[in-house]
């Protein structure tokens, strides 16, 4: 699976957006980009994903860069129920594999 | 959608023991996965288990240690065997849904090795 690369930690407050950023240089053509999210003691949580085109949904959007070499995750409003590890992971078939995740941190 | 519940939430063991995980989905799937987080870490994935054939194992994880079973489309389990401090993790099961486009995580089992 192509790496990615994504920032250990980053602080927002409250009502505001957040862009979590995610490199991932040797993505191949029939990588999917997804975003899950682990909130403190629960299993991962599915977020977004994409292929090619941004994507929006009830709780991001995805921006996917036109050559696809970085995707940004965008919460729209953080709230301190978005405080979590976020992770950005490239697959083509049914395996995930995580790398370390952006810890968020939501400030009231 | 899919709900997977996972028994025991957690649990503390001897060392040398084993412990059995189970793991329940409310609708059929055909692959069932095992994921291991270390405490402080991100997941790993240990193996995936297909009903009616053997687990596929990753890298660093063997039968003998992480034995699986997949009687049916709706259940596993994955038993950590011979227990050592550094079993000490949460046990996680996974599946997908049909187009492999979005994967459901259970609560996960917090395991403490003594």
């Known amino acids: 699976d192509a790496k990615t690369t994504q920032p250990n930690s980053m602080e927002s407050n409250e009502e505001e957006p957040v862009h979590l950023p995610c490199n991932h240089s040797t993505i191949s053509g029939t990588d999917y980009i997804h975003w899950y999210r682990q909130l403190p003691s629960q299993g991962p949580e599915y977020v977004i994903h994409g292929l090619t085109s941004n994507v929006n949904n009830r709780m991001a959007s995805l921006a996917i860069a036109e050559d696809r070499k970085s995707s940004t995750l965008i919460l729209h409003r953080a709230t301190l129920r978005d405080a979590a590890v976020y992770y950005c992971?490239?697959?083509?078939?049914?395996?995930?594999?995580f790398g370390e995740g952006t810890q968020l941190t939501v400030n009231p | 959608s899919a709900v997977i519940s996972q028994k025991p939430s957690r649990d503390i063991c001897q060392r040398g023991t084993s412990l059995t995980i189970q793991c329940q989905v409310d609708?059929?799937?055909?692959?069932m996965f095992w994921y291991r987080q270390q405490p402080g870490q991100s997941l790993t994935l240990i193996a995936t288990?297909?009903?009616?054939?053997?687990?596929?194992?990753e890298s660093g994880f063997v039968i003998d240690k992480f034995p699986i079973s997949r009687p049916n489309l709706t259940f596993s389990t994955l038993t950590v065997s011979n227990m050592s401090p550094e079993d000490s993790s949460i046990y996680l099961c996974?599946?997908?849904?049909?187009?492999?486009?979005?994967?459901?995580f259970g609560q996960g089992t917090r395991l403490t090795v003594v």
């Open positions: 996974s599946v997908e849904n049909d187009r492999n486009t979005e994967a459901f």
């Open positions: 609708s059929q799937v055909t692959m």
């Open positions: 288990a297909n009903q009616g054939s053997e687990a596929t194992y």
């Open positions: 992971i490239l697959t083509s078939g049914s395996r995930l594999t």
